[in-house]
């Protein structure tokens, strides 16, 4: 027999390999919870093997590979998605589960998120570095304030902050300032994340994607690159760690060694800006920091029994 706890919506963090999925399919069974999806990338189908999407069906997984690569989801859209998705497992007296590595998810869910109206997409991803900059150049000293809390670095956001201003005459981060609508009490989440030391994090981002290469990821972007999508596009999938790279492979611009050192740099980079993340926007949250699996479920599931 399942046992209960006393909170209705579990959210798990934690970086990129850290063993959260794993970890959210036991903490489901025992609870007799549903897992929904807090990862940007593992919401699209076709890339499964890069975004390192769980295939555990032993417990029900919700917004997962439901979103064509061709399409751009925003936070917006995961946010009301998740909110009607959590709430539908509640009405079964089950707990939800909330599983992934974006924080920022993780911070609209409990701060809650202004509705944006819709607005006209602008897409630069025919500019080169250099039309990029005089682009940003341009509208910076126009606007002083139009990438305000935009990483520019990031042409997507980039987009965004003047599809927004644009259309509205109000920035982007003007915008974030209104009040929020929220959909939960504070008091319903229960929150945790995994804090694996560096080493053994690093060790495990070394073999999973030596297994992703083994398990198809060269073929899974072939595909990819066929539908007619590349690094240039304006797609928020292309920001799935790994195609681009092997991409490069492909085209016969890097070698094997070269692609696996060039993702695991950026895979620990990555690791990097969520555990960044984690300590400035997560302080309140439960961590722990077992390395073994068995030590770290039984610590994890007692404290949830507590709780």
């Not at 940007?40 to 975004?51: D, G, P, R």
């Not at 989801?73 to 909110?83: C, K, R």
């Not at 965004?160 to 504070?186: C, H, M």
């Not at 539908?227 to 070698?255: R, W």
Request: hydrophobic content about 35%; some cysteine.
């Amino acid at each position: 027999m399942s046992k209960k706890t006393k909170k209705k919506i579990i959210l798990l963090f934690g970086p990129t390999a850290s063993g959260k999925s794993k970890l959210a399919v036991d903490i489901a069974k025992e609870f007799n919870g549903e897992i929904v999806n807090a990862d940007s990338m593992q919401v699209y189908k076709e890339v499964k093997v890069l975004s390192a999407r769980p295939n555990e069906k032993s417990v029900k997984h919700h917004l997962y590979g439901f979103v064509s690569v061709k399409e751009n989801f925003s936070v917006g859209s995961w946010y009301e998605l998740a909110v009607k998705k959590i709430k539908d497992i509640n009405k079964k007296g089950k707990p939800a589960l909330v599983v992934g590595g974006t924080g920022l998810y993780f911070k609209v869910l409990i701060d809650g998120l202004v509705k944006i109206p819709e607005v006209p997409k602008i897409d630069y991803s025919y500019l080169n570095l250099t039309g990029r900059r005089m682009m940003q150049n341009h509208y910076g000293t126009r606007y002083p304030k139009i990438f305000e809390g935009v990483n520019r670095n990031d042409i997507q956001r980039v987009s965004r902050a003047i599809s927004v201003y644009d259309a509205t005459g109000i920035t982007l981060s003007e915008w974030q300032k209104k009040k929020n609508k929220k959909y939960f009490n504070p008091s319903e989440f229960l929150k945790i994340c995994l804090i694996p030391p560096k080493p053994e994090l690093e060790k495990r981002i070394k073999k999973r994607f030596l297994d992703m290469l083994k398990n198809g990821a060269i073929e899974e972007t072939k595909k990819y690159i066929e539908s007619g999508l590349s690094s240039h596009t304006l797609h928020t999938s292309n920001s799935i760690i790994g195609l681009k790279e092997i991409g490069l492979f492909l085209d016969k611009k890097i070698s094997v060694k070269e692609l696996k050192e060039k993702v695991l740099i950026k895979t620990r980079q990555y690791a990097k800006r969520q555990r960044t993340w984690q300590r400035g926007q997560m302080q309140d949250w439960k961590g722990f920091v077992d390395v073994n699996y068995l030590d770290l479920l039984k610590k994890v599931l007692s404290y949830l029994s507590k709780t």
